[in-house]
């Protein structure tokens, strides 16, 4: 015998998984709140990296630094990279779960990635996505953010955060 279920009881249930999906205390709602903004944050430091230096030098043609550090001063450009690699990590150790962890790490590139593609499809065709090194620059982005990920999330365990 099939089990019909009533859009009532499938209106419940959306409800039930979207409630379980908010944080109860103010400690967790802290912890939501400051993974969105990690996160939100990660992927503006991506799309900035991506712009790549003729975009910069175009944008701010008066700034010396513009081809090497981009939008950012001199003195802070170390930071800014040190950033890419650190926002992972902590994204990661923010996150309750492992599969949460490997997604918020690497939704920036997703994102960053997405945005180069499509502005590149403009100028070199619709074929930039599929060319060998290319895919292999984009997998090993990827890859990095996810391992930067995971190991915040280790890191998260290993000091026994709840």
Partial sequence: MLHSSTPQSQQKSI??????SIPESTQERTQALLLIGLVVIETLLVLSALGGAQLWTRLLPNTSSAALDGPFPPKIAPVI???LYLLPTAIGFLSRSWQRALLCATLPAWIGL????????FKIGVFYLVS???VTANVSILELFAALGALGWLGRHIFKLK
Avoid: K
């Fill in 15 to 20: 409800w039930t998984i979207l409630r379980s």
């Fill in 132 to 134: 060998p090194d290319h």
């Fill in 81 to 83: 990279s040190a950033l």
């Fill in 114 to 121: 997405g945005a180069f593609l499509v502005a590149a499809t």
